[in-house]
């Protein structure tokens, strides 16, 4: 029941990542430190470290960690 319950949550979530936090969320799950995100996005680190604490918060994790865990329950990333 309850992996029942995070894919039907899934739509809420994708609803809040912005495309581009849904990329760095992407990002995070292929192992990218924020230095080779802002590299691979030609971003500066300050506004990556601002998008990765978006992701965080909209997906109440407290780390990297945690945001993937809930990002790969949820479906919205595969970690290959």
């Known amino acids: 029941a309850q992996g029942a319950s995070a894919l039907a949550d ?3 979530i994708l609803e809040q990542l912005t495309e581009r936090e849904l990329e760095i969320l992407s990002l995070i799950a292929q192992g990218l430190n924020n230095k080779e995100i802002c590299e691979r996005l030609f971003l500066g ?3 990556v470290r ?8 909209k997906l109440h994790a407290n780390d990297r960690t ?4 809930t990002a790969v329950r949820h479906g919205i990333v595969r970690i290959r």
């Open 45 to 47: 680190e300050g506004t």
């Open 10 to 12: 899934a739509p809420l």
């Open 50 to 57: 601002n998008y990765v604490s978006n992701v965080l918060s």
């Open 66 to 69: 945690q945001a993937l865990v």
